[in-house]
């Protein structure tokens, strides 16, 4: 097959139409743009110029031009250029941007018809011309391309058909915008270095109005997209200028559009709060599969080469095995030589392969950073590069797809390996969309942890953004303009430059009269405030960005079955049900018994009843008759807690037996009503038992009224919520807990009911025996325990109390609105002034003397809410008690309190002044430790900060020289160590030389042109001696 003649076989034809075709993958006209700029700096350039030129001649009536700085193209380079799919630049290890050998052609073509390239190395001089105008005056269907050179020198045709130069150089001068020989080199002497390329497109396309696609004329220093400013069109969108600003993930090159520089960004540099998070993962492996499948064909067409090559050299030896001249040795031995540099060959190919196969199964690794932009919140998202090219910005992910505030303003950085994902011709978008969405849905992941991570929802977003400036409740405004806020911006981001002679990225410290500050183009590392970094040998410094980690909350099983319940709900929404087979098409986990969710989500959702108050439970029993009269008195607590504490502060066992019987009458009536209404069953449960006739105690048996009221008004506000409706994007884990505590009350209230059901129903004989049996009591209690009538009252004083408490490790402010006491303890509903409603809840519940709150300041009446007042009013009222104790005070003096404070903070701003203590101050550290606080209020602290800050600025100087005279030292010896380098090379090529030399003396047929074919055939002399 290898002597095959296909010259009689038809080929395919590339005609000039495919130039349109081609170009219209560029949806975004800055992404052709960019496609010149990709060139310039996969060609090493420095400096790369943007800009146009009038010629009202042309289309458009102006020419855009790119000019770098970078190594250029000879004729064989420049005629590589004009192949369509071949690229030098495509090898697995390549870092360049260009891989398809397309950016030039699709990117002229997609601004304008025509395209003039000017290129110079070395000695040559290249002219490259692509002309669709041309091509249809001419009317000729295949691609033409002139391709015309010049020594640089001598500025004559290099050329070996001089017709053929001709022609080129007459199309050129017919229908480019340069008409004669003198023009044309006009355009080389633009390119000032020795190397260099220059790109010209001219007759722009228009629009249907007739007007360019580009303005260069609205703002002279920057390149537009025509037609008025859209709103909400992000800036890299409608300015050239800004578009490069972000091209590259770490700008190397410089960028001059219209004459002015481009102040290019590290958007890490750009943010608030970076952060980085290191992720790996198994799923991208689509283009390392590939690179498998053609290394894996390399080697296979390497090792046939080599068989070939090894059976060529065998079948040599047999034949020429009597014949020993010259010719037949020398003949031999470069098949022999052929067949084991193709051996060898094979073996890299194989490695190769198995290096491949190796990296396909290991994981693949990518760094998220992600930061706030405080300086235009609006301007968020992710920004996705590609082999430090920008691919895609802005792209949401996460929570930012909802369009909340959560996750607002957050920038997200990666730069994606090539052999990771694979972007496409166009570079605005990656081939494979399932492993692009998977790895937007690990992004998203990740910023929901960084958000967490900062704290910002945790001190509140809106208190956030204020402080920088928005002051405005429209997210798409732009921040305050005052200075005040434009140095808080400014002292959070430092200000970072390039150096516009050694490229290195300088942080400049902050510095009040920089703010706003405009910096020159040619803007140079001496120019630096900063001594360490003012020259360009001085090296860059590295970004510190904290490292951080993915927590994955672990789904428990409640959490699984209902989000398996939110599917359901989606599925009854979407898709009726109208036979079993429907059914069956339903989640297996879900559907197996959907009436028992049902019940269960409803009973979750009863609000608790309130338990009775123990002025009912301890009260004297009334007949059946009187109930009505009973359950007015309930509503009343207050006043039945004064009647009760005068019955039963005298009362007695015969009183107590006589009341028996009247008990029983009543908790017959109760057991009957029962069984009809079940919100009987949450009342407290009721025991009987025999006791021993001895005098009742007074305290213990007095009623706690205040206990009722307290424990009534906490229940109705703690409602269980169901599990199948919570749909709230954060849950803090306070509030989870709570919830979980109030479960585990409902189910064990409910247990008691039944209990109480099956012991509460006696019968007719026992009530005789009952009212027999002078020494039966009925006795009724809560299960939460006895308080003294002192430690209500003491409680009640708590209402009203300004505190701060701690939710989520952050202290809060609020009133106390609500007491609870218990005999083991008291808590405190505490109601917070201000928190981000979305993170926290309103008012919480909390221990009294927990670590959890502490008291803020003394309460005064003018500081309680109206219907805290009115409800002591009312209790005093109903109480009827006209003593003053009744109606108490809270102590508000705390005198032991703020002293243990004051003495506290005394303590702590001696210890600080005296750790941070300057040296050689005339305060020294025992006239400190005796000074009183009055002595230490007017303490001289402006001086103590300025010799300190002095004393600071002295080490830091002193420590500044060392380490400089250490560089210096440093950079001595590396010079020296280079020198040596140096020697020993120049020493190596002598003795290599020599011992070529001295091999072509012994055997003079032998060929050694480089020092890999040396060292082999030592190796090999080697080999055979041994």
């Not at 420049?78 to 360049?96: C, L």
């Not at 959702?605 to 002025?615: E, K």
Request: with cysteine; charged share 30%; net charge neutral.
């Amino acid at each position: 097959m290898a002597t095959t003649n296909y010259s009689c076989l038809n080929r395919a034809q590339l005609t000039f139409e495919y130039l349109h075709t081609n170009s219209t993958t560029h949806e975004f006209l800055f992404g052709a743009l960019a496609e010149l700029v990709d060139n310039a700096r996969d060609a090493g350039a420095t400096r790369v110029d943007i800009y146009t030129v009038k010629n009202v001649d042309f289309r458009g009536a102006f020419m855009l031009c790119f000019l770098d700085d970078g190594t250029g193209m000879d004729y064989n380079e420049a005629a590589s250029v004009i192949q369509f799919g071949k690229s030098a630049k495509r090898t697995p290890e390549s870092t360049q941007i260009g891989q398809y050998g397309n950016g030039l052609k699709s990117g002229s073509m997609r601004i304008g018809r025509d395209f003039i390239l000017f290129t110079k190395k070395e000695d040559t001089m290249t002219c490259v011309f692509l002309s669709r105008t041309f091509h249809e005056e001419e009317g000729i269907d295949e691609v033409i391309v002139p391709l015309p050179t010049w020594n640089s020198k001598t500025r004559e045709p290099m050329t070996d058909n001089p017709e053929k130069f001709a022609i080129e150089t007459e199309l050129i001068y017919k229908y480019s915008p340069f008409k004669s020989k003198s023009e044309v080199m006009e355009q080389f002497e633009k390119i000032k270095e020795n190397n260099g390329t220059l790109v010209i497109v001219y007759n722009l396309k228009l629009m249907d109005n007739g007007e360019p696609e580009l303005d260069a004329i609205s703002d002279p220093t920057d390149i537009l997209m025509a037609g008025p400013p859209l709103e909400g069109v992000k800036p890299e969108r409608r300015s050239f200028r800004a578009y490069t600003a972000v091209l590259y993930i770490d700008p190397r090159m410089r960028i001059f559009i219209q004459g002015h520089k481009v102040r290019t960004k590290r958007l890490s540099c750009c943010l608030f709060k970076p952060r980085m998070y290191k992720y790996t993962s198994n799923r991208f492996r689509t283009r390392a599969e590939q690179e498998v499948k053609k290394a894996e064909h390399l080697m296979k067409l390497a090792e046939e080469k080599s068989r070939e090559a090894e059976s060529k050299a065998r079948a040599l030896v047999l034949k020429l095995s009597g014949d020993l001249s010259r010719e037949s040795r020398v003949h031999l031995r470069q098949v022999q030589d052929a067949a084991f540099n193709l051996s060898r060959e094979a073996d890299v190919k194989k490695r190769i392969h198995e290096a491949k196969l190796r990296a396909l199964k290991e994981p693949k690794e990518m760094c998220f950073i992600f930061g706030v932009n405080i300086e235009y919140r609006v301007q968020d998202g992710m920004f996705i590069y590609n082999c430090s090219r920008l691919i895609k910005m802005y792209e949401k992910v996460g929570p930012q797809l909802e369009g909340g505030v959560a996750c607002g303003g957050v920038v997200g950085v990666v730069d994606v390996p090539y052999l990771v994902l694979e972007p496409t011709h166009n570079k605005q978008d990656f081939a494979d969309a399932k492993e692009y969405r998977h790895l937007l849905r690990a992004m998203g992941e990740h910023l929901v942890q960084y958000w967490k991570d900062i704290g910002i929802a945790q001190k509140g977003i809106v208190k956030f953004w204020d402080e920088f400036g928005y002051l405005s409740a429209n997210w798409n405004h732009s921040p305050s303009d005052e200075t005040l806020y434009k140095r808080r911006r400014a002292m959070e981001i430092p200000t970072t430059i390039q150096c516009d002679h050694c490229l290195k990225w300088r942080t400049l410290p902050y510095r009040v009269d920089d703010v706003g500050k405009a910096y020159p183009d040619s803007w140079m590392c001496s120019m630096s405030p900063d001594h360490i970094q003012n020259r360009c040998d001085a090296p860059e410094q590295k970004q510190n960005v904290p490292i951080g980690a993915l927590r994955k909350d672990v789904k428990s099983h409640e959490d699984k079955i209902r989000v398996q319940q939110k599917k359901l709900e989606a599925l009854k929404k979407n898709m009726p049900i109208r036979s079993n087979a429907d059914l069956k098409k339903l989640p297996l986990d879900v559907s197996c018994n959907p009436t028992l969710e049902a019940r269960a989500s409803v009973s979750s959702q009863r609000a608790r009843s309130p338990p009775l108050a123990d002025i009912i439970k301890n009260a004297p029993s009334h007949p059946p008759g009187l109930r009505s009269h009973a359950l007015q008195r309930k509503s009343s607590t207050s006043r039945f807690a004064s009647k009760a504490a005068d019955t039963h502060a005298n009362v007695t066992v015969k009183k107590a037996v006589t009341n028996a019987g009247r008990s029983q009458q009543r908790l017959s009536a109760s057991a009957k009503q029962n069984a009809v209404s079940p919100r009987i069953g949450a009342q407290p449960s009721t025991s009987v038992r025999n006791a021993t006739p001895v005098s009742v105690n007074a305290k213990s048996q007095q009623v706690k009224g205040t206990k009722a009221l307290g424990h009534k008004r906490e229940t109705p506000s703690r409602t269980v919520q169901s599990a199948g409706t919570r749909k709230r994007n954060t849950i803090m884990e306070s509030s989870e807990e709570d919830e979980e505590d109030d479960d585990e009350d409902d189910e064990e209230e409910e247990k008691e009911q039944e209990e109480r059901k099956s012991k509460i129903i006696p019968t007719v004989s026992e009530s005789k025996r009952l009212k027999k049996d002078t020494a039966d009591v009925v006795e009724i209690s809560d299960s939460g325990g006895e308080v003294d009538e002192e430690e209500q009252v003491s409680t009640m004083k708590d209402r009203g109390l300004l505190v701060e408490m701690k939710v989520n490790k952050e202290w809060h402010t609020g009133r106390v609105t609500a007491v609870a006491a218990s005999k083991q303890s008291v808590r405190w509903k505490v109601k917070f002034d201000y928190v981000p409603t979305a993170t926290t809840p309103r008012d919480r519940w909390v221990e009294k003397g927990s670590m959890d709150v502490r008291l803020m300041k003394p309460p005064s009446p003018e500081y309680q809410t109206p219907d805290t007042l009115g409800g002591e009013e009312d209790i005093s009222a109903e109480t009827g008690s006209t003593s003053d104790s009744t109606r108490m005070e809270p102590d508000t003096t705390q005198p032991t309190t703020s002293k243990e404070t004051v003495e506290s903070l005394v303590l702590s701003f001696r210890n600080t002044l005296r750790y941070f203590l300057p040296p050689n101050y005339r305060i020294n550290k025992e006239e400190l430790s005796s000074m009183t606080p009055e002595e230490l209020a007017s303490f001289p602290l402006k001086d103590y900060f300025e010799q300190y800050e002095e004393g600071l600025k002295n080490l830091c100087t002193a420590y500044q020289t060392r380490a400089e005279e250490r560089v210096r030292t440093t950079e001595k010896k590396l010079q020296q160590n280079d020198a040596e380098l140096t020697d020993a090379q120049e020493k190596l090529c002598k003795l290599r030389n020599n011992i070529v030399e001295l091999l072509r003396k012994v055997q003079e047929d032998i060929e050694i042109s480089t020092d890999d074919e040396l060292d082999a055939y030592i190796e090999e002399l080697i080999t055979k001696v041994d």
